[in-house]
């Protein structure tokens, strides 16, 4: 799990339409906010899957993501919940402390072409 991080660098509504979707596009769309949050230091990504799409449920699991401790408990009746997956920088040991601002991360990141 994560937990919360001194800077919050969000985005917002990242979604593949159905048309685009079981093409690939939505494991390249993961990579890059991976590779960014890693980039600049954050120690998770987090995201929201709605209950009513058990696909995209799925599809986040298969990647990696798992229910994060800030999703509502389903005594709470959400209709959604939250997962997370841990960055690189956490996985290696990073500290909060560590935190690069995000413009010096920025730099940092090379993303490859996924086709």
Do not use: W
């Not at 800077?7 to 079981?22: F, I, P, W």
């Not at 939505?26 to 709605?50: D, H, I, P, Y």
């Amino acid at each position: 799990m994560c937990s919360s991080v001194q800077r919050d660098y969000s985005a917002y509504e990242v979604q593949v339409e159905a048309e685009g979707r079981r093409r690939g596009l939505g494991q390249s769309v993961l990579s890059v906010l991976e590779k960014l949050a890693s980039a600049t230091r954050m120690r998770c990504v987090r995201l929201t899957a709605l209950t009513h799409n058990p696909s995209a449920s799925a599809f986040f699991r298969a990647c990696g993501y798992s229910l994060d401790e800030t999703s509502p408990s389903k005594e709470e009746a959400a209709h959604y919940e939250i997962l997370s997956k841990a960055t690189d920088s956490q996985q290696d040991g990073a500290t909060p402390e560590d935190k690069c601002p995000l413009s010096d991360g920025m730099r940092a990141v090379h993303v490859a072409n996924a086709q």
